[in-house]
């Protein structure tokens, strides 16, 4: 596997690995509206603009981008797995290198969890130290802010 920093022309290729992701599992645990909201806050655009800022990362396994993972100072934001690569430890992989350059400059990561994604997050030491809500037209987006001593 190689974790590297992604560069603007993976940009559509991670949104599609972000927008798969998000179609096919949040629907599972989130109503549509909730789901949209998660495709526009993960735009190609936030994205290619992250990229310009040296915050995302891509995972290939050999030839193959299967997960993309993103930091702002000790904040892990938009790690995805394409589903048909799920549980196989990509997600864990992926966190372990984030929290390895989080480790660098901070004593704790934090994140923002997801429902699909909690169960991983705690299985890797994350602990829910506030729950938020986000109140949209006619749902609210309820998620975990979690945290990490490293």
Request: glycine share 4%; hydrophobic share 35%.
């Amino acid at each position: 596997m190689q974790y590297i920093k992604a560069d603007i022309h993976l940009a559509k290729e991670i949104h599609r690995i972000v927008s798969e992701t998000i179609q096919t599992v949040y629907p599972n645990y989130y109503p549509s509206e909730v789901v949209d909201f998660f495709r526009s806050l993960h735009s190609e655009e936030h994205i290619k603009q992250d990229i310009a800022d040296g915050r995302v990362y891509a995972l290939f396994d050999k030839d193959i981008l299967v997960g993309t993972g993103s930091l702002n100072e000790n904040h892990i934001t938009r790690v995805y797995v394409l589903p048909k690569y799920q549980g196989r430890g990509y997600g864990t992989y992926m966190i372990n290198h984030l929290e390895n350059k989080v480790k660098r400059n901070y004593d704790s990561a934090v994140l923002d969890a997801s429902l699909p994604a909690v169960m991983l997050y705690e299985k890797l030491g994350y602990k829910t130290v506030n729950h938020q809500r986000y109140e949209l037209k006619d749902a609210v987006l309820v998620y975990e802010i979690m945290k990490k001593q490293l």
